[in-house]
């Protein structure tokens, strides 16, 4: 099926640049959603760091735990539905193939906005970071 729609260069290029646009979309929307998260979860880390309950590296793995859980159910939602706009042709191992991809990018930006947070001391610097590296990535 792929290959009736991609009879001409440029029609292989439409696919590619909609499939970056909706990564590029979706991805830039996560990472700016996990920064209020993080810089809400930040001060109830303080207090119990404080308290004794836990040092950083658990509090850390636990939190990508929890996000990467988050974020591989959104993406295989994401991905039937573009899977299917796209039109490429259902066979599991292409699916699957798919999804890892999408996932793995998903994944590398909501990381990132969780990075940008824990390096900042607020919550306005992060939105300013990511917005100038979010579009510098996208030239």
């Not at 991905?79 to 991809?101: A, N, P």
């Not at 998903?106 to 919550?123: K, N, Q, S």
Request: proline share 2%; with cysteine; hydrophobic share 55%.
């Amino acid at each position: 099926l792929l290959s009736q729609q991609t009879a001409q260069q440029q029609d292989l290029m439409n696919l590619l640049a909609a499939m970056y646009a909706a990564v590029l979309f979706l991805g830039a929307t996560n990472a700016s959603a996990v920064e209020s998260v993080v810089a809400i979860e930040r001060t109830v880390f303080y207090r119990e760091r404080a308290a004794g309950m836990y040092s950083e590296l658990p509090y850390a793995f636990a939190q990508v735990a929890i996000e990467t859980i988050y974020v591989a159910i959104q993406t295989f939602l994401y991905t039937l539905l573009l899977y299917s706009m796209i039109g490429f042709e259902w066979k599991v191992q292409k699916f699957l193939w798919f999804y890892y991809y999408i996932l793995m990018c998903f994944i590398y930006f909501t990381m990132y906005g969780m990075m940008v947070v824990a390096l900042t001391p607020g919550h306005q610097i992060p939105a300013i970071v990511m917005s100038f590296f979010l579009s510098f990535w996208n030239l």
